[in-house]
């Protein structure tokens, strides 16, 4: 059934010109929010819970800008299958690349850090392309392996590297001369097998992992903020920025804390582009044992 869920629909959807994409998009909208609700209860939670001093039609109206902003994310993720690098580059310009260009002389690795905002997928396709470091994601596999093949293999088409933790800390201790650009995506509930910093966000106590201030502080590695902006339907533009180069001057958790604070600030500008629809705040910070929090 996966296989030809894959082969017979979703790739021959992923051919399809744009334009007609976004008329099933707008088709998906009416399914997805009007007729099933998918996941309304727990978007309008969170948007209550982030936003408490907004009126209820003022929710509402995020709400619906979300919907039609994520259903354009379902399609865009299916032509992901298909796109070429030069169009992916092309929907997803790097703004400002050249700010990794003296760590790249010096022989340092980077650290990028974002969220589920905008078109995250598209930025793993577009990002090998646009920087001269070599791109690794943080990545969990999928329990089904034909999924996990094609979403991985669809990901890293162009050069990203898609590894667990323990293969990234691998290569940048034994691949001393590459230069990596190790990617974060920090706006996940973390497990309780993961460190964590507590820190306000959107308006609430989250848990955030501390995986990409550890890795910065231990390999002494410049830790970036990556902001993703929408110039238009399907097309974005990412713009970094630098969140901590000494980590000695900040307290542990003020790097985490920092670069969360340019997550919340995107969100707070159009907050219609995060991934409402996914459970954020899973953990409270007593459920936590002392020692796993730092």
Known sequence: MNKLLYYLLLVPISRLPFFVLYGLSNLLYVLIYRVFGYRKTMVRKNLANSFP???????REIEKAFYTHFCDILVEGIKNFTISETVAIKRMKVENPEVFEPYFKKGKSVILVGGHYNN???????IPGQIKHIPMALYSPLKNEFWNEKISSSRSKYGLYMLRINAILEKIRKQKEEQFAIIFGNDQSPTRAQLAHFTTFLNQET???YGAERMAREFNIPIFAGSIFKVS??????????????HDNFKQGEITAAFTKYLEKDILSAPQYWLWSHNRWKHKKADHQPDRLI
């Open 53 to 59: 001093n907004k009126t209820k039609e003022e929710l």
């Open 120 to 126: 995250w997928e598209l930025f793993a396709l577009a």
């Open 207 to 209: 848990a955030v992992a």
């Open 233 to 246: 339907r399907g097309h974005y533009k990412v713009i970094f920025s630098l969140v901590s180069e000494d």
